[in-house]
């Protein structure tokens, strides 16, 4: 084929195909790619693969820091979001126009569900989530 787009890979073998060998290939890569089929097995042109596992390896790592922060509902996301800011109880409260008794009981949860056990430990956890720049 001449796309190099993951994306006609995909349609590809959804319709059937058994690999993927671009034109621009050398021939023994497509000798390589017909005996592969042949055997019943799938070839993937190299170059191809590589960004399918790098695209694969990015969109993990991507979807693990969201699955982190699925766990907290979107107030407690903000609260956190605050908190490691070094914003107060009372300053949170304010600005979110909820009591600072309510904070705390967010703090509690987040620090609960994240498994963290100080307000340190909860910036750190920020700071390598993304959610704050140092």
Do not use: C, W
Not at 9 to 36: C, T
């Amino acid at each position: 084929t001449i796309h190099d787009d993951e994306q006609y890979f995909f349609e590809m073998l959804q319709a059937g195909a058994s690999g993927y060998v671009p034109k621009r290939a050398a021939p023994e890569d497509l000798i390589s790619a017909i005996y592969a089929a042949n055997a019943g097995e799938i070839y993937l042109y190299p170059s191809l693969a590589k960004a399918l596992v790098s695209d694969f390896l990015s969109r993990s790592r991507e979807e693990k820091n969201m699955n982190s922060l699925n766990g907290l509902s979107p107030r407690e996301q903000e609260v956190l979001e605050l908190l490691a800011e070094g914003r107060s109880n009372e300053e949170i409260g304010d600005e979110l126009v909820i009591s600072k008794h309510t904070v705390a009981r967010h703090r509690e949860n987040i620090m609960h569900k994240l498994n963290l056990h100080n307000r340190s430990e909860l910036v750190k956890y920020a700071i390598r989530k993304g959610i704050i720049t140092p």
